[in-house]
């Protein structure tokens, strides 16, 4: 059984009871604890229930709300407020992503070589939200996955890029960046 939980643990207690030589009983309480980053959530009680990784829609976009960050999915990626995660902390982190670019690290320079666009988040059960081609000039797609532990932003480039040197940079030292913009963070 459960004896106690916590954040980010919950810890299993277990009687056995076993005869020994003499045929007395014996008993043994073993203890496991599990450990999980953001396992549980605090209710209002101060008790804790298990958090879960799901992701519901709404009509303005998909909400997660049963985790240790609520998270807030706008149904378009193009929009100044793409992402509202409240923290555990009660922290409020406001995103959207501007855009892709190259930097080249022996340089300095960087180029902006697509720019998000309008696209519409679709619901990959239980916990990942992706925006299909959302970006110009090449195919690349959002995807965010949201788990106990926090909440994660890939781009999946499913189009070769154009190629660093078009743009005067040299291949070799150039990388390909994600520009995500956070609005008045804490």
């Keep these: 059984v459960v004896v106690e939980t916590g954040p980010h643990y919950r810890v299993w207690q277990g009687v056995t009871v076993q005869t020994n030589k003499d045929g007395r009983a014996i008993t043994r309480t073993n203890r496991i604890t599990e450990l999980q980053t953001g396992m549980n959530v605090r209710q209002p009680d101060n008790s804790y229930?298990?958090?879960s990784e799901e992701i519901?829609?709404?009509?303005?976009?998909?909400?997660?709300?049963?985790?240790?960050?609520?998270v807030i999915f706008s149904a378009n990626c193009n929009t100044p407020v793409g992402i509202d995660l409240l923290a555990a902390d009660g922290k409020r982190f406001q995103s959207h992503v501007l855009g892709l670019s190259y930097?080249?690290?022996a340089t300095g320079k960087s180029v902006l070589i697509a720019e998000v666009k309008d696209s519409i988040g679709q619901l990959l059960p239980p916990n990942q939200v992706i925006y299909l081609d959302a970006f110009?000039?090449?195919?690349a797609d959002i995807r965010y996955t949201y788990t106990k532990a926090g909440l994660e932003q890939d781009i999946i480039v499913r189009q070769q890029p154009p190629s660093p040197d078009k743009f005067g940079l040299d291949p070799k030292t150039t990388r390909l960046q994600v520009l995500t913009e956070f609005l008045a963070p804490p």
Aim: without cysteine; hydrophobic residues 30%; proline residues 0%.
């Design 49 to 51: 229930i298990e958090a």
């Design 56 to 70: 519901e829609l709404t009509k303005e976009g998909a909400v997660a709300y049963k985790g240790r960050h609520k």
């Design 103 to 105: 930097f080249d690290s």
């Design 136 to 139: 110009t000039y090449f195919k």
